[in-house]
């Protein structure tokens, strides 16, 4: 079962933490999160035990989409502080051996960046090709592609009289990357932050940057793997950095193409399969049904059986754009800790690479909005303007904006039960979650039974056992709808991992010898694994001893 151990990379045996920073620590009591408050919380992330930070977007930008537009890739955004204050971050984080990985958002800048500026203001400015531009057809936009956020992708410019493409919102206008003066610029940008010490890249969206609009194709352009080798080549190639490219359009298959060692691309990506399961579909993720358990066994085993050697996955249940996943497919109710505790445990017990999104250690839970007035997002918003206007209620649409905007994972992180959870002295610019006085880091790091200790010793165990690096997976099948169980084999050793994935008890028979507990959410006894109850989200892990007899 096993396969050939590859080439080792640091960025294969350790864990990374993304940090959200308008939402982290706020320094300056400006309700505003920023760098010196990162680095206010290093020794807090070192001693979870996490070995790189991705930073979300931290340069300068109007903030149409907080920080994902742009203005100028080599400043920092005033409110987050100074480029010193960055270097210091980098120098910081580096002392306690963690890295930095920087979000890359090269789809698309600001219209407020110096390039779209230029290139908006004639049709023969040398940057006008920097970016997407078409004549009206029949005075309307050119086709009807539509933006991720809502209504056409094409912005209808005054000015020179052309239409310019945006896939997000209209402050957000698409680079043409099929313009190589384009290309060069980013890879200009790249290697002055490479050179700045640098652990990697997050790249934003991209799976788009090799798009062909005019033939309505966004995803997966026929390009897009030549201008990624290209990148390669000319920037972090060589360097083992960890770069890491968001492709919410990946199958395995296409996985292989960025991640395959041998084609010189990217680490490895984010897919977002196992993102889509609680949505109608063909339809959005506002659209919502539950969580089936076996289709998720299905996806996760698809992933970790497919890439083999060609490829790396990346492992992550939360991110900035997604709910909280305690709220989304856990119980953020009774048994808040408890399944925390076993989404922790199955998905850091895959192979991959794991990703914690700030605040999933302690447990957040998504903040319930009343009232529209009270939404951040973009994308919600818009979204709520579009189903009004189609004539959905506004109670429909609330339900929907609770259970998956992207506010839920952006709400200011609870440090400690002091005014704002110790997040601001000021006033913060998204509301705090109420439930901060129960649910916060120093709770988390007093109690040694909380969910912040399941996420430390399971980065722990990361480091100490190759197994849960480089075993292989199978899936056990003959289990309850809800009981997620697989093995890790690795050189002889075979671990098995039992998960709950309900607020019910479920029975689970397995017929084998225990030689040892390696990590589990109660305190039972697991030596025979004959004819078990497991109670509401219990999750263990094993290592078997002789032969297994399903
Ligand atoms: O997200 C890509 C993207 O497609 C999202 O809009 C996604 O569909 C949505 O958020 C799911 O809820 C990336 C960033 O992660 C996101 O924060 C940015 O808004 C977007 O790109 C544009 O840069
Ligand atoms: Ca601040």
Redesign the pocket.
Known sequence: MNQPKTAAHWWQETVVYQVYPRSFQDSNGDGIGDLQGIIQRLDYLKTLGIGAIWL?PVYRSPND??G??ISDYEQIMAEFGTMADMEQLIHEAEKRDIKLIM?L?V??TSDEHPWFIESRSSKNNPYRDFYVWRASVNGDAPNDLES??LGSAWQFDDHTGEYYLH???KK?PDLNWENAKVRQAVYDMMNFWINKGIGGFRM??ID?VGKLPDKKITGNGPKLHDYLQEMNAKTFGGKDLLTVG?T?GATPEIAKLYSDPERNELSMVFQFEH?GLDEQPGKS?WDLRPLVISELKTVFSKWQTELGDQGWNSLFWN????PRIISRWGNDREYRVQSGKMLAILLHMLKGTPYIYQGEEIGMTNRIVADISEVED??SKNMYADRMAKGYTEAEILISINA???DNARTPMQWDTSKNAGFTTGTPWLAVNENYHEINAAHALADHTSLFYTYQQLIALRKKYPLIIWGSFELLENTTETVFAYYRHYEGETWLIVCNFSDQKQTFSLETTVEKVIIANSEKDYSTLLNRTLEPYEAFVVKLGGNVHA
């Open positions: 979300s989409d907080n994902y537009d979000d958002v789809n698309h991720t956020f896939l997000f919102s957000q934003d969206v788009l968001e919410w993102v993720k991110n900035h754009d997604l973009i994308e998956k905007g992207r």
